[in-house]
Structure formats: C-alpha cells, structure tokens
C-alpha cells in the first residue's frame, strides 16, 4: 500500500528558493527550520523511501502580516507541475488582503489546487473572524477542503485558545457543507478535537507534528494516551488523515510511527491512504 501525506512545507525545496530569494530568510524565521535546502528530486526520493505516492505542498500566504510568502501560491503550482503525479498544491489565502479572493479563483481554477491551507497565528487572523466567512463560503462553492491549523502554536503574542477546537465548533456549525481538516490533531485539546471529529460529519483530523516526543512517542500520546484506541477503530477511523509535517520532521519516521500503533489494520490504512483519496477526491 502506498500513501498520502498531506502536510508538506516545500521551504527548503532548492526551486522554491530559487523563485522566491527571501523564502530561506521566512522559513529560518517563521518554523525555525536549520536543515539545509534540497532539491524536489530528493523530496521525490524521500517520499519513495517513506511509502508516499502523494504529497500535498502548502502554500503560506504571510504578506498581510509578515511581508512574505512561504512560499506563493504560484511557486507551489510551479513545483507541482515537475511532478503532476506526485505531488498535489494548497492554496493559502489572507482574507484581509484585497486580491484573496482572486488570488483562491486562480489557484483553485487555474492552478488545479486541491484544497486551502489557513494558518491563523503566522497569519495573523482569527479563525472567526467576518472576513474568514468568504474564505469558508469560496472553499463549499469549490468543493475543497481546508487545512486548518488548530491548537497549540509557537507564534509568541498569539493565544493558544484562539485555536482551540470547542472554538472551531463554530465554523462545523455555520457551514455544515465545508470540509474542515484541523490540523495537528487539536493538540494539547485531543479530546476535543475527537469529539468534533465524532459529532460533524464535516470535521476531519490531520496527525501531523510531534510536540511531546519523537514521532514514535507522540503518535502513541495521540492515538493510545489521550484516547482509548476503539474510538478511532469504531467511530471515527473515517476522519483522520496522515500528515508528516515535513521539513520539520521526517516523513518516514512519521509513517513508521502510524503504522506501529496498536490500531486495526484498516483504520491504519484509512489513516495512511483511503481518507485523504476521499476528502480530496484524488485518482486511486
């Protein structure tokens, strides 16, 4: 079985760089990343030795509220058509910048994205805020999901709680037709995510990031500490997605991590594969 990891940030990508001069200086700065950059055929050959037939890469739309992108909507799209059959892009939007709604018509039309990438704290906004409804209401018009950090963030000066899933719950609520992926599985609030998880058919999780451990640790914090594991095998195996967060980690330790969890077979398979071909109506 081959998989979907749905959380790259193409940062360190060498022809990302290329395009866009100032992006090492954003990404030293913004996710405190010290790896050296690569070029895509070694993201390429990571993804081979992971399992990963797809990635998805995220665009980071941080003009509004940093003066840069990490990177553009564009430099995604022009990774991605070096590898159509590897590689899938997220547009990312800010809704307080004037050309936001262009600039999603584009990617989504033009662009062929599959989905929408919304990071509050590096970007600045309140999930739930006015401006965010275009942006929810533009993503149940395209039919694609968005990618919505949720919980803990590192953004010094912006709350946690902003973040929180039970805050989230309002946009399920609003707009029961959007697809929502929270990211990072709602961490530390895993119990809540779940339970939004649970409750909204239109709520999904996402496992990306590792903030109490190695990957190995922290899945088993997520799947098997925070959470009796029969809720994800009965009741929501449908509703999470793989996500390494790469460069940040690596995305076969993060795969390595899933696969060991003590969960059923076919939930690690939903997890790994059927879910993200799903919610972002991919070619099986």
Same mark, same amino acid.
């Given at each position: 079985?081959?998989?979907?990891?749905?959380?790259?940030?193409?940062? $360190?990508?060498?022809? =990302?760089?290329?395009?866009?001069?100032? #992006? !090492?200086?954003?990404?030293? @700065? %913004?996710?405190?990343?010290? &790896?050296?950059?690569?070029?895509?055929?070694?993201?390429?050959? $990571?993804?081979?030795? =992971?399992?990963?037939?797809?990635?998805? #890469? !995220?665009?980071?739309?941080? @003009? %509004?509220?940093?003066?840069? &992108?990490?990177?553009?909507?564009?430099?995604?799209?022009?990774?991605?058509?070096?590898?159509?059959?590897?590689?899938?892009?997220?547009?990312?939007?800010?809704?307080?910048?004037?050309?936001?709604?262009?600039?999603?018509?584009?990617?989504?039309?033009?662009?062929?994205?599959?989905?929408?990438?919304?990071?509050?704290?590096?970007?600045?906004?309140?999930?739930?805020?006015?401006?965010?409804?275009?942006?929810?209401?533009?993503?149940?018009?395209?039919?694609?999901?968005?990618?919505?950090?949720?919980?803990?963030?590192?953004?010094?000066?912006?709350?946690?709680?902003?973040?929180?899933?039970?805050?989230?719950?309002?946009?399920?609520?609003?707009?029961?037709?959007?697809?929502?992926?929270?990211?990072?599985?709602?961490?530390?609030?895993?119990?809540?995510?779940?339970?939004?998880?649970?409750?909204?058919?239109?709520?999904?999780?996402?496992?990306?990031?590792?903030?109490?451990?190695?990957?190995?640790?922290?899945?088993?914090?997520?799947?098997?500490?925070?959470?009796?594991?029969?809720?994800?095998?009965?009741?929501?195996?449908?509703?999470?997605?793989?996500?390494?967060?790469?460069?940040?980690?690596?995305?076969?330790?993060?795969?390595?991590?899933?696969?060991?969890?003590?969960?059923?077979?076919?939930?690690?398979?939903?997890?790994?594969?059927?879910?993200?071909?799903?919610?972002?109506?991919?070619?099986?």
């Amino acid at each position: 079985m081959k998989y979907i990891d749905v959380h790259v940030h193409p940062v $360190l990508v060498q022809e =990302a760089l290329d395009m866009e001069p100032r #992006l !090492l200086e954003a990404a030293r @700065k %913004v996710f405190n990343i010290g &790896t050296a950059p690569q070029p895509l055929s070694i993201l390429l050959k $990571l993804m081979d030795n =992971a399992g990963v037939e797809k990635a998805v #890469l !995220l665009a980071l739309d941080a @003009k %509004v509220s940093k003066g840069y &992108t990490i990177p553009s909507n564009t430099t995604v799209y022009k990774l991605v058509k070096k590898a159509e059959e590897r590689l899938v892009g997220f547009a990312s939007v800010n809704p307080k910048d004037s050309e936001a709604l262009k600039e999603l018509k584009t990617a989504i039309e033009d662009y062929g994205f599959k989905g929408i990438k919304i990071h509050p704290p590096i970007q600045g906004i309140d999930p739930l805020d006015r401006d965010m409804y275009k942006i929810y209401e533009r993503a149940i018009e395209y039919d694609v999901p968005i990618l919505l950090h949720s919980g803990f963030t590192w953004v010094y000066g912006y709350s946690i709680d902003t973040c929180n899933p039970v805050r989230l719950e309002k946009i399920a609520i609003h707009f029961p037709e959007l697809k929502l992926i929270l990211g990072h599985m709602g961490w530390p609030w895993v119990r809540e995510a779940v339970a939004l998880a649970m409750k909204y058919p239109n709520v999904f999780l996402e496992t990306s990031n590792v903030y109490t451990g190695t990957p190995e640790e922290h899945m088993r914090h997520i799947f098997q500490e925070c959470m009796p594991k029969r809720l994800f095998d009965r009741f929501i195996r449908e509703k999470v997605i793989f996500g390494s967060d790469y460069p940040r980690i690596e995305i076969d330790k993060m795969v390595g991590a899933l696969k060991d969890l003590d969960l059923e077979d076919m939930t690690k398979e939903k997890i790994l594969r059927e879910n993200a071909l799903n919610i972002l109506k991919l070619s099986k």
